[in-house]
C-alpha cells in the first residue's frame, strides 16, 4: 500500500495536504510549517522534510495505543499519524481530517479511523506501507 502526501497549502502557522491511498483521495492532512532546508528546525514547529518513509503500527507511550508510525525520518523520532485540528495539536506529526480550511482539519477522528483500519488491515496481509512527501 503505498500513501501519498501532496502539500498544497502554506501559511506561516501549518501546511495543509490531500493524502492518497493508491492514488485515490483519502482524507485531508494538517502538519506544521515546512521550513527551507537551510533554515534551522523549530523543534515541534516543523514538518517533516519530503520524502518516501516506511509506515508501521506500533505501540505509542505518548497516546497508550496501537498507532502509525513513520520510520528513517532525518532529524526527528516518533512521527505518528494521529487526530487533531491544528498545528497546536501536533509536534510534528500528521494530523488527518475529512474536512480543510485555513490552518484547520476537521472531522479529524473519524478520518483516522478510517485511515488507520486501512493501513492495519494492510500490515495484517503482510503488505508493505509505505508514504510519500512533497
Known amino acids: 500500500m503505498h500513501l501519498t502526501l501532496k502539500r498544497t497549502t502554506f501559511t506561516s502557522e501549518s501546511t495543509i495536504g490531500q493524502l492518497s491511498i493508491?492514488?485515490?483521495f483519502e482524507c485531508y492532512v494538517?502538519?506544521?510549517v515546512v521550513r527551507k532546508p537551510s533554515t534551522t528546525k523549530v523543534y515541534g514547529k516543523t514538518a517533516i522534510p519530503a520524502g518516501t518513509y516506511p509506515v508501521t503500527i506500533t505501540h505509542s507511550n505518548r497516546f497508550g495505543?496501537?498507532?502509525p508510525l513513520l520510520g528513517g525520518v532525518p532529524g526527528f523520532a516518533g512521527i505518528r499519524i494521529h487526530s487533531g485540528n491544528t498545528a497546536a495539536d501536533t509536534e510534528g506529526c500528521l494530523l488527518v481530517g475529512t474536512t480543510?480550511?485555513?490552518d484547520f482539519v476537521g472531522n479529524s477522528r473519524t478520518a483516522y479511523a478510517r485511515l488507520y483500519m486501512k493501513i492495519k488491515a494492510a500490515i495484517d496481509r503482510g503488505n508493505q506501507v509505505?508514504?510519500?512527501i512533497s
Do not use: C, V, W
Open 22 to 24: 493508491d492514488g485515490q
Open 30 to 32: 494538517l502538519e506544521d
Open 65 to 67: 495505543r496501537l498507532m
Open 100 to 102: 480543510q480550511a485555513r
Open 130 to 132: 509505505t508514504i510519500s
